[in-house]
């Protein structure tokens, strides 16, 4: 079992930064590939960005790249969203997710991919 809490949401303009946290629990002895998905009212949830369980490979989706960057600390079990330029469509609750069972440099954007997941944390970015 794992357990993952995110942080770090809250509200800001246009423009600005936020970082978020997923702390993980439990059973941290081995790595795991971590995504970040978000999900808006009456939307999908979406990927947002990952990072493979070497740390050595991520993924942005588009609308993001540039702006977003996702980084671990294995010692404190903690992965970490750090969101620049935001705009009012990142507005979304903000997941992080586990995956287990994935290859060394692998990542997935399929949320059924993933075992664990946190509570959320709201984002909302303002005009």
């Known amino acids: 079992q794992v357990q993952l809490e995110e942080s770090g949401g809250g509200s800001v303009q246009a423009g600005g930064s936020l970082r978020l946290s997923c702390a993980a629990s439990?059973?941290?002895?081995?790595?795991?590939?971590v995504g970040w998905f978000r999900q808006a009212p009456g939307k999908e949830r979406e990927f947002v960005s990952g990072i493979s369980r070497s740390g050595g490979k991520t993924s942005y989706t588009d609308s993001v790249q540039g702006r977003f960057t996702i980084s671990r600390d294995s010692a404190k079990n903690t992965v970490y969203l750090q969101m620049n330029s935001l705009k009012p469509e990142d507005t979304a609750a903000y997941y992080c997710?586990?995956?287990?069972?994935?290859?060394?440099?692998?990542?997935?954007?399929?949320?059924?991919?993933?075992?664990?997941w946190g509570q959320g944390t709201q984002v909302t970015v303002s005009s």
């Open positions: 997710a586990a995956d287990l069972g994935s290859a060394w440099h692998a990542i997935f954007s399929t949320p059924s991919r993933y075992e664990y």
């Open positions: 439990g059973r941290t002895s081995r790595t795991y590939a």
